[in-house]
């Protein structure tokens, strides 16, 4: 039987918890160039180092253009992997576990903050650029594609099925 009791160790997937206290995303904005900062750092330690199960980095988009504010961690620089290793170890080194929320916007990204237009799978209003998105291409079906090269950095997805792919560091 699964225990009710918030104190009680837990196991979420592969990773063990010493409680069930989870500190839900809050956008802090703590990373005013998009990378992490040592006050994110502290903001996260502290948190575990009170005694959370684990911690969650808020938002954190996989391309500038799928965000939804200018300060949010880009996941596709190159800078970001050190800062979030930091990051880890320090909130590991307190006991506890960290997630990060990991998206992109699509139509409700911010075309002020990201210079390129909001994506989505149709053309649809987007609110914060006051203009329509660019619809993505529509997938071409893999048995009719001669091209089965994988993308760089596409989550090895093939480049002829670039639907599936939910990472945003290369154009499928
Ligand atoms: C300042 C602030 C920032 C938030 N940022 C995020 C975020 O980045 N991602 C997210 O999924 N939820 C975000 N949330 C929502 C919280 O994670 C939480 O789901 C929400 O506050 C509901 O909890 P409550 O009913 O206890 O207030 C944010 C909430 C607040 C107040």
Do not use: W
Not at 16 to 21: E, V
Not at 40 to 47: A, D, M, N
Not at 76 to 89: C, F, Q, S, Y
């Amino acid at each position: 039987m699964v225990s009710s009791d918030p104190f009680a160790p837990a196991r979420l997937g592969p990773i063990s918890l010493r409680n069930r206290i989870i500190k839900a995303a809050t956008f802090e904005g703590r990373t005013p160039r998009r990378v992490v900062t040592p006050e994110l750092i502290e903001f996260h330690r502290r948190f575990a180092a009170g005694g959370v199960g684990m911690t969650t980095v808020a938002y954190c988009a996989v391309t500038r253009a799928g965000s939804t504010d200018g300060h949010q961690i880009v996941l596709d620089n190159p800078e970001v992997g050190a800062g979030l290793r930091a990051l880890t170890d320090a909130v590991h080194a307190e006991g506890a576990a960290i997630a990060a929320q990991i998206g992109h916007a699509g139509p409700v990204a911010n075309p002020v903050g990201t210079k390129s237009p909001a994506l989505a799978p149709s053309r649809v209003f987007s609110p914060l650029g006051m203009r329509r998105t660019t619809p993505r291409p529509r997938p071409r079906s893999p048995r009719s594609s001669t091209n089965t090269r994988t993308a760089p950095g596409c989550c090895g997805t093939r480049a002829s099925t670039p639907s599936r792919c939910t990472s945003g560091t290369a154009i499928c």
